[in-house]
């Protein structure tokens, strides 16, 4: 690795847009570049391929590709799939007690809290285990006879943690109460069969998947009701109004197809690099692992470093030229500790020393090598200037209390 | 012109995405493609591209850049603006009027009626004349202590009345009430100067300009009150949450960039252009202008044939190689007269009639020519198949009584 070396590890924030997209998506904007609602030759091209796309993306969720509804993004799929569906129960008059956890990514935790304090509902944020994981039993527990919506997410975007998606969805089908996930970070990444997660609703993003930013979608199975959380010229019949970003969606089908190609492969090609990094990082003294060892994304690795921040980590890695995060990139420039490190029970003190890198397919062996080697480098510097870590000696690890050990595994120290 | 001739007469719906833009927009799918938020050197450069496009924008509108929030486009703009701050107005106990016009675009009209219906507040929709235009002193007699909000639009995307935005805009400040334009029509071609205008808020979208689709913006004046209506990270300060969509904004401001740099030079040619096809069009018997003959959109010309459906008219120009238009884009699957035409007055049937055409950057005299050849040919054509038209010779104008023209200007019969 040279001075120039450039190493993205923050795929979990976004993805480059593949070659084979972009060169998908070249032909819709100069070319076939019309309005999908128009009715002359040009507007039906779009529509054709809009309906293409619709399809591709349908296949990649085993579902008709009448219940695929495109959207601007992971963001607003979130938002229209509770907004939508429990505005409607409202105004019927239904029930009015929705689920989550307390580490769903913001865009589902902040569209709640919204729907808490502003227009009457309650809400049960469930907890998670030390590793990250909500138990199906914890969800049963909190379904009243006023529940009319459980938002759980697939796989956490900060600590990989995969939930047990298929299984909350038997209870919730079996309790007739509707159930979305937040797919955004597997999608393309795991297996996301709408009839194995048994899930009503389920929203994906474009760019984690190698796709362009700005489109996203939204699952919603036949049947289920859910209202327009916008308002225009009815487009996706009826549910989401604007003009179809139409090379969007076709880069972001393309992307899909890409991914789905070669799903298991790359994911356990990712799965080997992780594992070297984990074993590799946690050789630092006084270094634990975030989420659990096993069940998380093959991609991502979350690491916590006693006496350091995250943050300084983060930049000293970026002066080395390797990408990487404290957490959600949306959270980035936030002072407050992640809530999903506070709510696997990290103290702030350590939820702030938090270093996610997660790798994509640009990730070689030897990129997972040198970003070891740059990690031990930088954290050492660190600790060297950390006001925190006055009179503790790595070397024989003191300062390092067993009883600070749960919140990770595999501390190595 | 030969037999593979395609005119595009459609650019109200959207336009081909300009070569240069697609050009400024490529480093940033697959080069610079950071998420803006990160805090590592991607996500930097990723930010400084944000900073320099919103710079850009902000310039075309004579605003500061902080005045300038990404959307997802026209549609999530407009819903923004109006469902932003009269919400925020209703928490503070503020009051509960909304002044309108009854042609505006459907995201508009639609966020309204939402808020009328189910949201408690009152509206008036205010009328226009029989050429599109409300009058200023309808919009001061609208107005009730309980006013919170004026939405009107720059022009029309339909007729392409232009309405006098700059003097709604003194009145609205006059009496201390928030004003909304969409200027979706407008921004990239008309001036669009916030202060000349004396906006509070401006609507634009960045594939009406031939820049890419799913990217737009509202301009927000510094103090003006508005919450955000989506919820997420917190992204563009809070007020709209969802990654950036880097590439689609790089495009809008240079789309923008070059928009501005010839601004009045095309808007010249392009009405010297609509100027030739309106007279040449109106020559047809029995023909129209929807919309005034002056004071329009300088490439929108929209006109009704008498006896017969516009959408026969769309269809088979477009077998001909010319794409139009009846009227909006989002409406054109919709059985039900334009609620524009509607308004100026026009009975069912001659609403039915309605076809626009939108000259761009494209349009030759040649198009032009060979599009009112076109015209002439096919209004005869479906004329003749016309059940509606029995017994009427047109030759000699019968049926073509005279208390019809009123909606029009210049017809030739």
Same mark, same amino acid.
């Given at each position: 690795?040279?001075?120039?070396?450039?190493?993205?590890?923050?795929?979990?924030?976004? @993805?480059?847009?593949?070659?084979?997209?972009?060169?998908?998506?070249?032909?819709?904007?100069?070319?076939?570049?019309?309005?999908?609602?128009?009715?002359?030759?040009?507007?039906?091209?779009?529509?054709?391929?809009?309906?293409?796309?619709?399809?591709?993306?349908?296949?990649?969720?085993?579902?008709?590709?009448?219940?695929?509804?495109?959207?601007?993004?992971? !963001?607003?799929?979130?938002?229209?799939?509770?907004?939508? !569906?429990?505005?409607?129960?409202?105004?019927?008059?239904?029930?009015?007690?929705?689920?989550? @956890?307390?580490?769903?990514?913001?865009?589902?935790?902040?569209?709640?809290?919204?729907?808490?304090?502003?227009?009457?509902?309650?809400?049960?944020?469930?907890?998670?285990?030390?590793?990250?994981?909500?138990?199906?039993?914890?969800?049963? $527990?909190?379904?009243?006879?006023?529940?009319?919506?459980?938002?759980?997410?697939?796989?956490?975007?900060?600590?990989?943690?995969?939930?047990?998606?298929?299984?909350?969805?038997?209870?919730?089908?079996?309790?007739?109460?509707?159930?979305?996930?937040?797919?955004?970070?597997?999608?393309?990444?795991?297996?996301? $069969?709408?009839?194995?997660?048994?899930?009503?609703?389920?929203?994906?993003?474009?760019?984690?998947?190698?796709?362009?930013?700005?489109?996203?979608?939204?699952?919603?199975?036949?049947? @289920?009701?859910?209202?327009?959380?916008?308002?225009?010229?009815?487009?996706?019949?009826?549910?989401?109004?604007?003009?179809?970003?139409?090379?969007?969606?076709?880069?972001?089908?393309?992307?899909?197809?890409?991914?789905?190609?070669?799903?298991? *492969?790359?994911?356990?090609?990712?799965?080997?690099?992780?594992?070297?990094?984990?074993?590799?990082?946690?050789?630092?003294?006084?270094?634990?692992? $975030?989420?659990?060892?096993?069940?998380?994304?093959?991609? $991502?690795?979350?690491?916590?470093?006693?006496?350091?921040?995250?943050?300084?980590?983060?930049?000293?890695?970026?002066?080395?030229?390797?990408?990487?995060? !404290?957490?959600?990139?949306?959270?980035?420039?936030?002072?407050?500790?992640?809530?999903?490190?506070?709510?696997?029970?990290?103290?702030?003190?350590?939820?702030?020393?938090?270093?996610?890198?997660?790798?994509?397919?640009?990730?070689?062996?030897?990129?997972?090598?040198?970003?070891?080697? *740059?990690?031990?480098?930088?954290?050492?510097?660190?600790?060297?200037?950390?006001?925190?870590?006055?009179?503790?000696?790595?070397?024989?690890?003191?300062?390092?209390?067993?009883?600070?050990?749960?919140?990770?595994?595999?501390?190595?120290?």
């Amino acid at each position: 690795m040279n001075a120039d070396t450039r190493i993205y590890l923050d795929h979990a924030a976004t @993805t480059p847009v593949d070659k084979r997209v972009l060169k998908a998506m070249l032909p819709f904007f100069t070319k076939t570049f019309g309005n999908s609602a128009s009715m002359h030759s040009f507007g039906l091209e779009a529509e054709k391929a809009l309906d293409e796309a619709r399809e591709k993306l349908a296949q990649a969720l085993s579902c008709t590709k009448e219940e695929v509804f495109f959207t601007s993004g992971g !963001t607003e799929s979130d938002n229209l799939a509770i907004l939508g !569906t429990v505005r409607r129960f409202k105004r019927e008059g239904k029930g009015k007690h929705i689920i989550t @956890t307390q580490i769903e990514h913001h865009a589902v935790l902040h569209a709640i809290q919204h729907l808490e304090r502003k227009e009457g509902f309650s809400v049960t944020y469930l907890p998670v285990s030390k590793d990250g994981f909500v138990s199906v039993s914890s969800v049963e $527990n909190a379904i009243t006879p006023e529940t009319i919506l459980i938002s759980i997410m697939h796989a956490n975007n900060e600590i990989g943690s995969i939930q047990p998606i298929k299984q909350i969805g038997e209870l919730a089908r079996r309790k007739s109460i509707l159930f979305h996930t937040d797919a955004v970070q597997t999608f393309g990444k795991l297996s996301t $069969n709408v009839n194995d997660l048994n899930v009503d609703l389920l929203s994906a993003s474009s760019h984690k998947l190698y796709g362009p930013k700005g489109v996203g979608l939204l699952f919603v199975r036949k049947g @289920t009701p859910i209202e327009s959380i916008n308002f225009g010229g009815g487009h996706e019949r009826g549910l989401r109004s604007g003009t179809e970003n139409i090379s969007g969606i076709v880069g972001f089908a393309e992307a899909s197809r890409l991914a789905q190609e070669n799903l298991e *492969k790359e994911a356990e090609r990712e799965k080997r690099l992780r594992d070297k990094l984990i074993h590799g990082v946690l050789k630092v003294e006084g270094s634990w692992l $975030n989420g659990s060892r096993e069940n998380r994304l093959p991609n $991502n690795a979350n690491f916590g470093f006693d006496f350091i921040e995250g943050e300084g980590i983060v930049l000293y890695l970026s002066d080395r030229g390797i990408a990487a995060s !404290t957490g959600s990139a949306c959270s980035s420039h936030d002072l407050k500790p992640s809530h999903v490190l506070t709510a696997i029970g990290l103290p702030p003190e350590k939820a702030h020393s938090s270093l996610r890198l997660t790798l994509g397919r640009s990730t070689k062996p030897k990129h997972v090598s040198y970003t070891i080697e *740059k990690i031990i480098e930088v954290v050492a510097k660190l600790r060297e200037l950390s006001p925190l870590k006055k009179g503790v000696e790595f070397k024989t690890s003191a300062g390092w209390k067993e009883d600070e050990h749960e919140h990770g595994v595999e501390c190595k120290h």
